[in-house]
């Protein structure tokens, strides 16, 4: 039986661990943190579970919706009860435009509100500006803001991407982040267009949740890793990969404490700056590569209020704009949009952190908890203050895909591919959200398989 070791219990770790079990290996996940599940965790606030970190995700895409009935969560996944998301735009909340790419619009009519009469008319002079299209990797917001005007990306793209990402228009890569847009069209609205169309109408819910916190996710997933005769082991972070003659061996634990794991193949489901030390003494062009993945920086301020403090609205949240220059950027009416957390309070998260910015998040808690509530009071309707708080701090939490990031991770893999049996997997790479997380922990099993192939032969 082949022995491969998983080192990170996040989403993708977890998921690549479920599918070696299935394939019949030996499996060992070994995970720093004291429990599984990395930006999926869920705790009280105000005695309500509320999702310190990922609290939602796509189910337009079979992964996580096929993991979570592999491991029997199938039937609890529950859709939010209001859709509806709203942004700060022109002086106040507007909804979010229908029929848009990450804001990108597919029709100059729909962004009235957000943009002013004139902004919309210079949305609609992309389908007869000259010039050509970019053909390679290009930043999103120039790309936007030349065919389509700036306020397009300051008021739409730049928030979105703010909201996935915790990234910036002017930085992120167009083909990793809006890969459904077409480089090769003159104008960004066909392309837009033809995109929308293209994913189709859905009468089908978008987003799913769990009621007990997405954060029971990676539980369920490991204990169907247990019960398939994996191993996890946790509060040992890996320390070191070593090269033997059959295999690898993996050290963890601190230096005073260290053990070994003699394997054949190793899965590395780590962030991009850990997974580039571990890989530096064993493929050092990759290593390099992946220490240039930068992260952003967030921090989710989860607050609790008296219903009779807060509005009545049937909206989802809001995102804040970076050119008004507030600290939250994004905020979540989490009891309005999950059925499951309504009750006598009211459940409020708010988002801080940007790339590049962290003067805010050099803030202590209580000075965080205070901005938003500032944020609530003045901006969203609420009244007197919070009765209860909870700060949950993500440092380095969200992987930045700068221009160049899908022939970076092309470059990562090939690398890679001279080990005997190693694959990366995780968010650095194919996508931040949770489906695109599983996705490359399901590849990256399949990988290590496959390079086992050959010892495996007698
Ligand atoms: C605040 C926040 C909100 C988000 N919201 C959403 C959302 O609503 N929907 C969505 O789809 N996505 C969301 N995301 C993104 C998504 O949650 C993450 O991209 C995804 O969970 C990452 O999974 P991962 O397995 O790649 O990495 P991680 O979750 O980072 O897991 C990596 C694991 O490796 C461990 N580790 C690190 N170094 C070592 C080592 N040397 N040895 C052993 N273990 C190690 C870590 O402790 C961690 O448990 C959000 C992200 C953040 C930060």
């Not at 619009?105 to 002013?116: I, T, Y």
């Not at 389908?127 to 306020?151: F, H, I, N, Q, S």
């Not at 008021?155 to 915790?166: C, M, N, Q, S, T």
């Amino acid at each position: 039986m082949s022995r491969v070791v998983v080192v990170g219990g996040g989403i993708a770790g977890l998921a690549a661990a479920h599918a070696l079990v299935r394939a019949g290996a030996e499996v060992t996940v070994v995970e720093g943190a004291t429990e599984v599940g990395g930006k999926l965790r869920v705790s009280e606030v105000a005695g309500v579970a509320v999702d310190e970190g990922a609290e939602t995700f796509l189910r337009r895409r079979p992964e996580g919706v096929e993991l979570a009935a592999a491991v029997g969560l199938g039937e609890d996944l529950v859709s939010p009860a209001v859709g509806g998301a709203q942004v700060w735009a022109r002086g106040g909340l507007r909804p979010l435009p229908p029929r848009t790419v990450l804001g990108v619009p597919a029709d100059p009519a729909g962004v009235g509100g957000v943009l002013s009469p004139i902004e919309v008319a210079r949305v609609r002079l992309d389908r007869w500006l000259p010039g050509t299209a970019p053909g390679g990797d290009v930043a999103v917001g120039e790309w936007v803001g030349r065919r389509l005007g700036r306020a397009v990306v300051d008021r739409l793209v730049d928030p979105l991407l703010g909201g996935v990402y915790a990234g910036r228009a002017d930085r992120l890569s167009a083909a990793a982040t809006l890969p459904q847009l077409p480089r090769t069209e003159r104008s960004i609205l066909a392309a837009a267009n033809r995109a929308v169309a293209a994913a189709g109408p859905s009468d089908q819910p978008i987003f799913a949740g769990l009621p007990a916190g997405l954060g029971t996710f990676p539980a369920a997933v490991a204990e169907s890793i247990t019960a398939g005769g994996g191993h996890i082991v946790t509060g040992r972070a890996v320390r070191r990969l070593e090269r033997t003659a059959s295999g690898w061996q993996v050290v963890h634990g601190a230096t005073i404490d260290e053990q070994v794991i003699d394997c054949d193949g190793v899965v590395i489901a780590i962030p991009a700056a850990p997974a580039a030390r571990l890989l530096q003494a064993h493929a050092p062009a990759a290593a390099s590569r992946l220490g240039d993945i930068e992260a952003a920086s967030v921090a989710i301020i989860t607050t609790a209020w008296r219903t009779e403090d807060a509005p009545a609205v049937a909206s989802s949240g809001y995102l804040v704009p970076a050119v008004y220059r507030r600290p939250v950027k994004a905020v979540t009416l989490s009891s309005t949009k999950w059925s499951h957390l309504r009750g006598d309070k009211a459940i409020v998260r708010c988002s801080i952190g940007r790339h590049g910015e962290v003067a805010d998040l050099q803030r202590d808690d209580s000075e965080l908890v205070e901005l938003a509530a500032a944020e609530l009071t003045s901006f969203a309707g609420f009244r007197g203050a919070p009765i209860d708080a909870r700060v949950s701090r993500w440092g380095g939490g969200l992987p930045q895909y700068a221009v160049g990031h899908l022939d970076r991770v092309a470059a990562i893999r090939a690398d890679l591919a001279e080990l005997p049996a190693v694959a990366v997997c995780g968010a650095s790479f194919d996508g931040v959200g949770i489906p695109a997380c599983i996705r490359t922990g399901l590849d990256a099993a399949c990988a290590v398989l496959a390079g086992l192939t050959p010892h495996e032969q007698p």
